[in-house]
């Protein structure tokens, strides 16, 4: 036959002093408790989350918004988008103007207008070094043709 278990007993939490209790004689210990789980780290956003915040629907009623995508491979492709963002907004008033939104497609240098009908203004795909095609671009000209098409 099997021995018969022992009743079990409910013992106190331990109590513990911590050492600066010990130093400044505080006479209050803190209980431990050795069960308790640890918390878990709860993740600030996910990469769905933040695609999902990015499409976010907006009124195009009555605003415009043009994508300038370029790729992130040379610093060329930055100049160029960073100029035509600066010189639309200067030039037509209430433009929403969107640099690379989502991730850009490698050797790639595009104007667009966003939406059902998006009208390309300036497309250079798979571009090899050293993007003869973008540096021939003479880009005041082909911004203020983006602005007259627009306006």
């Known amino acids: 036959m099997a021995p018969k278990r022992k009743a079990t007993v409910v013992e106190p939490l331990p109590t ?3 050492r600066s ?3 400044n004689g505080n006479s209050k210990p803190v209980s431990v408790d050795p069960v308790s789980p640890k918390p878990k780290r ?3 956003g996910t990469v769905s989350e ?3 915040k990015v499409k976010a629907p907006v009124d195009s009623g009555s605003k415009k918004i043009v994508v300038v995508e370029h790729c992130t491979q040379c610093t060329q492709f930055k100049i160029r988008a960073v ?6 907004e200067n030039g037509v008033p209430g433009l929403e103007i969107r640099v690379n939104p989502e991730k850009p497609r490698r050797g790639c240098f595009e104007i667009r207008v ?3 009908k998006g ?12 993007f003869g095609p973008m540096k021939a671009l003479d880009m005041d ?3 203020s043709e983006i602005i007259d098409k627009i306006k």
Do not use: H, N, W
């Open 16 to 18: 513990r002093v911590t």
């Open 21 to 23: 209790q010990a130093r």
């Open 42 to 44: 709860i993740k600030k």
């Open 50 to 52: 933040a695609k999902s």
């Open 83 to 88: 100029k035509v963002k600066e010189e639309l």
């Open 114 to 116: 966003d939406g059902e």
């Open 119 to 130: 009208e390309k203004f300036v497309s250079l795909l798979d571009m090899k070094r050293p």
């Open 141 to 143: 000209k082909v911004i």
